[in-house]
């Protein structure tokens, strides 16, 4: 059974950092292409950062650039999202999700933005509020 189990979700205030994780068991990462996705409340889920499990370029969505990074640790199957300089509307569930592609990353965070993906995490929410 292919799946994910994340966690690190939390209420973190405006300016602050947090860390998510996701750790794939039932398949390996490194053949796969993967992403962090998040659904703001009211709002269609969106693919924010995506990588190839193998490593090499990610897909950054505009409104996370150079403050929310993707990272793998093949080691130990488990993929990661560092997020800092957090906002009020980067509030909602994130989910990580990954799927067998030969596309590019941003194929990827496209694809997971209105359908679904061979594996997703279970969802953990961020509240960014002071």
């Known amino acids: 059974q292919l799946q994910f189990v994340e966690s690190g979700g939390d209420l973190v205030q405006p300016g602050g950092s947090l860390r998510l994780s996701c750790t794939a068991s039932?398949?390996?990462?490194?053949?796969?292409?993967i992403g962090w996705f998040r659904q703001a409340p009211g709002k269609e889920r969106e693919g924010i950062l995506c990588?190839?499990?193998?490593?090499?370029?990610?897909y950054y969505a505009d409104s996370v650039k150079d403050r929310f990074t993707i990272s793998v640790d093949n080691r130990k199957n488990t993929m990661y999202l560092q997020m800092n300089s957090l906002k009020p509307e980067d509030a909602g569930v994130y989910y990580c999700?990954?799927?067998?592609?030969?596309?590019?990353?941003?194929?990827?965070?496209?694809?997971?933005?209105?359908?679904?993906?061979?594996?997703w995490g279970q969802g953990t929410r961020v509240t960014v509020s002071s």
């Open positions: 999700g990954a799927e067998i592609s030969s596309q590019s990353p941003k194929a990827t965070c496209l694809r997971g933005g209105v359908k679904d993906l061979e594996v």
């Open positions: 039932g398949f390996n990462l490194h053949y796969y292409k």
């Open positions: 990588l190839g499990g193998s490593g090499g370029r990610a």
